[in-house]
T-cell receptor
Framework: NAGVMQNPRHLVRRRGQEARLRCSPM?????VYWYRQLPEEGLKFMVY????????ESGMPKERFSAEFPKEGPSILRIQQVVRGDSAAYFC???????????FGQGTRLTVV | AQSVTQLDSQVPVFEEAPVELRCNYS??????LFWYVQYPNQGLQLLLK??????LVKGINGFEAEFNKSQTSFHLRKPSVHISDTAEYFC????????????FGKGTLLTVNP
């Protein structure tokens, strides 16, 4: 059973471009969570999704950020018109239900130049 | 609102020495408590968690933590560390009843020297 798979592992974008981060949850997991780790900071919750539904997006910036978890395929975190402050490590986690332990992926390190 | 304070940003120790990584939290509701480890360029791995019951929790790799409700602490300990324990350690808390929406501390970098 493969773990949570995130790709790409490293992503470089110029200011103003779009960044798409992908997360494939563990097999049998239908709950996905995205966290952001800014330099010198702990992880901060962004959004919680189930298949085709956003359950809690209280940690998402109001503009430029969106997330989806379609019926088929990976969860996508999309950042439009990236700025230098978006440079961070973005971690995805998954669980079989909201009460179970969440397993984390290796993260995508986004660098905006 | 919840918050987590990890009092030490860096902890250098020698191999085979004991170590304690400190974590204090604040919350107005009952909580679940977690310790995660992050090796360089890796994701987070759960070391141990406290949900209820015994306040002394044993985890993987010889780590343990004690939940102290009166002091709102959840310090992580290991009696004898190895070079391979060098990593960043994160304490996290969530509302009792939910494992998601974890609030993390800023992390403690444990460096084990020979």
């Amino acid at each position: 059973n493969a773990g949570v798979m995130q790709n790409p592992r490293h992503l470089v974008r110029r200011r103003g471009q779009e960044a798409r981060l992908r997360c494939s949850p563990m097999k049998g997991h239908s709950h996905v969570y995205w966290y952001r780790q800014l330099p010198e900071e702990g992880l901060k919750f962004m959004v919680y999704l189930q298949k085709e539904n956003i359950i809690d997006e209280s940690g998402m910036p109001k503009e430029r950020f969106s997330a989806e978890f379609p019926k088929e395929g990976p969860s996508i975190l999309r950042i439009q018109q990236v700025v230098r402050g978006d440079s961070a490590a973005y971690f995805c986690a998954s669980s079989p239900d909201r009460e179970a332990e969440a397993f984390f992926g290796q993260g995508t390190r986004l660098t905006v130049v | 609102a919840q918050s987590v304070t990890q009092l030490d940003s860096q902890v250098p120790v020698f191999e085979e020495a004991p170590v304690e990584l400190r974590c204090n939290y604040s919350s107005s509701v009952s909580v679940y408590l977690f310790w995660y480890v992050q090796y360089p360029n890796q994701g987070l791995q759960l070391l141990l968690k406290y949900l209820s019951g015994s306040t002394l929790v044993k985890g993987i790799n010889g780590f343990e933590a004690e939940f102290n409700k009166s002091q709102t602490s959840f310090h992580l300990r290991k009696p004898s560390v190895h070079i391979s324990d060098t990593a960043e350690y994160f304490c996290a808390v969530s509302n009792g009843g939910s494992n998601y929406k974890l609030t993390f501390g800023k992390g403690t970098l444990l460096t084990v020297n020979p």
